[in-house]
Every structure is written in structure tokens, then in C-alpha cells.
């Protein structure tokens, strides 16, 4: 039981350079969910997706997109990566209805 | 605006008891969870209140006063291995959407 599958763990991208975050989650949740997390400071949601085929805005969508691609996969895209994106990125899941959100292991991201 | 206050570090020793306030402002109230994370990992789910009152989880204990908008996560008997970052988080909607604090550091020491 993987739980939440988070690809890459590490990533050094250049300004400017595009790329996309993928997250899978073999628990059969609905929700799932985009955070970012910044040295000293909690998780800022980015997007969400309530259930298949729907996606909403979180705190600090700017900058990023999302596609949920199945019940299984929410992928977060950084068309033009710029240095303030550098962060720690962390997808979760959940039951729609029920408690808790169960988190990947997150993406290190550095945009020099 | 939207706002979750915790301290942000807080230290105790081995084998004492600990509490970790939160008091929150936000639009939308589903209730209050509490998540822990060792050195950067993944968070995990400690427990939830949507409603006021005690709920009891072993060593952990979360507390839920709605009318203050309050809340607080205790810790009892602690050990070395609950040194970690302690994060409340409001649930918004149905959706699940939460919204977090920035963190409480405790550092337990022998």
C-alpha cells in the first residue's frame, strides 16, 4: 500500500523552464490536493480538486496550473518556473467526508 | 482576512505534559485538526474536533471551543520522538479544504 506517490522527490530547474509535478494516490479518495511549504512556515494550498473533474483555487494559485487527470492522479504544472516558486511541495488525499488528509512525501524544488 | 495563530516554539522535558494553542480567524468552519512533521517529511494526521469538547488519542489530546475559536493539542507523558513541528489547520468546506497554521516547534529535551 503506497498511499500517496509523489514524482520527483528532488528537482533543480532553471528560470524560465517548465515542468509538471505528478501525484498518485491508491487509497480511493476523492479529494486531493496541491501545498507548498517554505522554510518556517505551514503548508499554503495551491489547488484543490473536491472530486474527479474538478479543480479550485487555493490560497496561492498564481503561477501554477493543475490538471486532475483521474481519480487517481492530480498533477501540478509550472508553465515559466521563477525563483520565488523555490519550495517543498507536498500533494495529499482524502475522503471528501472524512478526516485526515494523507500526505506524499514531497518535491524539493530549486529554481535558480 | 484569514489567520491561525500558534507559538512558534516551545520546549519541554521528557516525560511532561505540553499544550499548543491555536486560535483561529477564517471564513468557513468545519473544525480543527492537528498535523505533525518530523524535520521537513511528509505531515501526518494526529487528530480532528468539529465539535467543542475533548478527544482523547492515547498521549494526544485535542480541545475545541468554538464560541472562542480556539482550540489546543495536548501532549502528555512526552518523549524524545515527539520532538517535531505541530501544525493546527482549519477544515473550510465539505471539500476538505484546510487551511494551516504556521507551526509550533517543540523541542523535548532529556
Known sequence: ?112 | GQSLEQPSEVTAVEGAIVQINCTYQTSGFYGLSWYQQHDGGAPTFLSYNALDGLEETGRFSSFLSRSDSYGYLLLQELQMKDSASYFCAVRQNQGGKLIFGQGTELSVKP
Not at chain 1, 3 to 9: R, S
Not at chain 1, 28 to 38: G, I, L, V
Not at chain 1, 52 to 65: A, L, Q, R, W
Open chain 1, 1 to 112: 500500500n503506497a498511499g500517496v506517490t509523489q514524482t520527483p522527490k528532488f528537482q533543480v530547474l532553471k528560470t524560465g523552464q517548465s515542468m509538471t509535478l505528478q501525484c498518485a494516490q491508491d487509497m480511493n479518495h476523492n479529494s486531493m490536493y496541491w501545498y507548498r511549504q517554505d522554510p518556517g512556515m505551514g503548508l499554503r494550498l495551491i489547488y484543490y480538486s473536491a472530486s474527479e473533474g474538478t479543480t479550485d483555487k487555493g490560497e496561492v494559485p498564481n503561477g501554477y496550473n493543475v490538471s486532475r487527470l483521474n481519480k487517481r492522479e492530480f498533477s501540478l504544472r509550472l508553465e515559466s518556473a521563477a525563483p520565488s516558486q523555490t519550495s517543498v511541495y507536498f500533494c495529499a488525499s482524502s475522503d471528501t467526508r472524512v478526516q485526515p488528509q494523507h500526505f506524499g512525501d514531497g518535491t524539493r524544488l530549486s529554481i535558480l
